[in-house]
Structures are given as C-alpha cells and as structure tokens.
C-alpha cells in the first residue's frame, strides 16, 4: 500500500515538472533576457551587441538561442561589424530559472565571423574589453537582471565556435590580407577564472595550410588590453605546399612543397613567439633566370628539409636549417631579421656556419644559375654570409673556403677562358689529341680538383689562391668575380710542365673576356716566335 502511494506521489511530482517545463516560454521573461544578455556581452566585449531575435528551446535542457548576433567595431575603424554569428546558443540553468532568476551555462557560435583591421600601425580588437558604462533603462547584472543575478552568475563555462572564420586585413598595404577558415575552436575558463583554456582547429589562407592547436591559455585580466594577453600554445602545420609560408618572409626565390611540423606559441595577442621544428621531404626552390636559355623560371630540389624554428616579431632564427642537395648535404645556422611594416618580409639573411659535404655543383651552378663559369664535381665549403633577399647577388657579403673534387669545366665562359690561356702557349691542342688518343670521350678541361679560399663584399667574390688542378696542368687565380653581372677581372697562372703562361683576364661573362698575357716562359724553340705571329693573325 505505501509503495503504491510512493509511486502516486512520483507521478504527481514528474508531471508537475512536466508542467512547468511546458510553461517555461511564459515563465521566462523573454524581452528582460534579450536585454539581460545583450548587455552582459556589451559590458565584458566594450561594444555595442545586438540580434535579430531570441526564442528557448525546453528540450533535452533549456537552451536560449540567439539570431543574427552582431557586435560592433571600433568608430574609427568603420561602421561595419567586427563580429557577427548566425546563430548562438545559450545553455540556461534548470534549477535558477524555475524561480526566475537567469545563470547561464555554455554558448555554441555557429558561423561566426570576425574582421580584423590594421590601419596606422592601429588594430580594430585594441579597444576590446574596454568598460562601458550600462545603458539607462538595461538591468545591471548586480541586482536589475532578472531574479538578481549576479554577474558572476552570467558568465558561461564553456565556449565552443564552429565554421568560423577570422580575416585580416592590413588597410593601404598589398597582400596584406590572410585568413583563417573552417574554425572550430572550445573555450572554458581556467580553474582560477582569470583566463581561457582552448583548442581547435582551422585552415590559413592563402596556402591552405592546416592548424591544429591544443594546450592553449590566454590569461585575461590584470587590467590588460585584449592584444597584451599573455598567450601560450601548441600549434600543429600541415600544408600541401609550403609556398604561402615562404612568400611571407621571401619575395624571391619561391618556395614549394609539403610541410609538417609543430610549434609552442608564446607571447601576447599581438607580440606573439614561437619555436619548434617543420619537416619537409621535398621542397623545390624556383626563380626566374632571365639570362638562362629557355625555360627562364629555373627549379633546384633540396631532399629531406628540417627546419628548426625560433620565431620573435622582429627576427626568425633557424638553427640549423639541414637538407639534402644534389647528392650531398647541406647546413647552416639562419637568422632573418624581420620587418612588420608595411608587410611583414625579411630586411637581412645572415648564415653562419654553414657547411656543405658532397654536393654535387651541375644541377645548382648550370640547370638552376646558369652561371658562365660553372663546373661540375662535388664541392665541399664552409663558410659564413649575410644578404639581403630584395638583391641577394648584389647585397652578398662573406667568407669561406671551398674544396671542388674530379669533374669538368661546363660553363661556357670558363671553358672558353681556360683554353684562351691554354692556346697561348700552345698547350691545348697537343693535350686535346693525347686526351682523345688515350681516354675517347674525355675533354681535356677535366679536373682532379679545385681549392680556394674566398671573400665576397658587395656582391664581389675575392680570392688569392684559386688552384684548379688537372693531369696535366695546374692554373692558379687571384682576383675579383661579380655575382651580380659576371664580370671578371683575375690574375692567372698556367702551368704545363715546363711551359708557364700568366695573363689578366677581364670583362663580363656575359660578353667578351680578354685575356691579356703579361709572361710567358715557353718551352718549345721558336715558341716565342710563333706565339706572337698566332696573335698578330
């Protein structure tokens, strides 16, 4: 009998609940929730806010939905919105509501939009947080919002954007704009309520490139301006090609190729840092050669590409940028230093230590710079420099030594130098018949080796102990060689057993050489003689 009354009594209980979740909509106070929450937002964001319209939905749990959210800019940054979402949710709490009072739970934003604005080295989001003063007439969270609510009750647990979208614009500046794409992001306060914890993830256009973050804080208050909020991150790259990432610091040579990697980001909202590692397999570097035969836009693949990354607002480090190149390797310790104004690019390269083992010089010095004097072999180098990419071949200056293992003299200059010095004293035709004789194939301006020691100021590469050394030959160099234009201005020395010439080569390598010989020691009897009359023909 008492459990049939105890069952009664539940039934009675269940649906005077169910009457009361049905009476909700007229329990609620909806225009003093409209202008509860409307004013809660305006108060926390420093901007007017306001939507379209506001209805609650009873079931699974009281949720307020909210449409055509908008929140307003900065006047003088314009009058369209800064913020606006399609349609936002509001999860209330049960037990408050049903005696009239309004504690908000979560909010969802669904297509939420934000637009922000550089101008005058100002942003739009600066202001945002700024206190204002309550309207007249707005219930105040202490004791006017409806039931008394505190503000401490408003504020939500949770916040959660799904396919928002963020753009940058910097106003008056070319390819000042980015974006960030198919945003998905959660939000909740931190233990102590001073701050954010989030994740999330969204694209970055142009490029393409995907970000994961995760582990991210952003420490609010103190009385600190949004952009001075301390911010820390884990943010995961991945990108098809790497090219928009490189097009932010380098206007030349362009950058393709897939990138993976994870940085810790640290900082403010607007001074942020961050470090890390990117990998790629395969990166092609491409340039326009205007003085190479067709095809002019020249591509060199470098293998296995790490990056290890130490980024500040004014100055990237990479230390060590390591890759593969051409059958060998390549290292060297980069540091970029950065402008932020107009758009962000890099004012200077500086290389130190950098190191190269056994990389082949054909694919680099012929198919990629078409350079006159290009040879092929395996080079090893060591060496330091620093440039500016907006002219690098003019702008290079450094130091180095460098070590050319067997190959052949390919560039068309440097062929056509070496046997204007040779022929002086008569030295290349005999050698190009016993070479032919004995190696069908060969071309007598093969090479055991190349050294040199070399400094470059200005664009100008220097040095006072070129050797190149054959079977049959040695030529020694001191002088001067411009990367830029190719012209040469060089003492050299050829050796062929007892035979010896020395000669001034000068001129372009994009035109004609002269070379001027300054002393002969001939080794044949009339040489002189005939020398001379070869050169008055």
Known sequence: MRLRWILAAAGVLLLLAIGALAALPWLVDIPKVQAYISQQASQALGRPVTFASLSIALLPRPVVRLRGLSVADDPRFGTAPFLTVEEGRVGLRLRPLLSGRVELTDLTLDRLRIEVVEEGGR????????????????????GGAPGGASAAAGLVSQIRITDGALHYQKRGVKGGDWRLEDMTFTLHANGRGDGLLFKGQAVAQPGGVRLGITEATLSLGGGRAFTEAPLRA???????????????FLASPSLAGPVKGRLEVSGTVSQLAASGELRLERLMVSEQRPHCPAPTRRQLALQ?????????????????LQAQVNGGSASAHLTAD???????????????????????????????????????????????????????????????TLQIGRGKVVGAGAMRTLRDVAELAGALSPLHRRERESRPGVSPLDFDAITATYRIAGGVVSTEDLLYRSGTMTLAGAGTYGLADGTVDMAVTLTQGRTQVKAQVTGSSGGALRVVPTDIKYRERGGIKKLLERLLR
């Open 123 to 142: 942003l739009n989001v600066a202001t945002l947080g700024a206190q204002t003063s309550p309207a007249r007439g707005t219930p105040r969270a202490g």
């Open 338 to 400: 950065l402008q932020t104004a107009p758009v962000m690019a890099v004012r200077t390269l500086t290389l130190k230590a950098i190191t190269v083992k056994g990389m082949q010089l054909s694919p680099l010095l012929v198919d990629y710079l078409c350079q006159a004097y290009a040879v092929s072999g395996p080079l090893d180098l060591t060496g330091e420099a620093v440039l500016r990419p907006a002219d690098p071949w003019r702008t290079l200056s450094g130091a180095g």
């Open 234 to 248: 884990l943010l995961d790259i991945e990108a098809k090609d790497v090219a928009a990432l490189g097009g932010a």
């Open 304 to 320: 296995d590409v790490r990056v290890p990354v130490a980024l500040t607002p004014i100055r990237l480090d990479l230390r060590p």
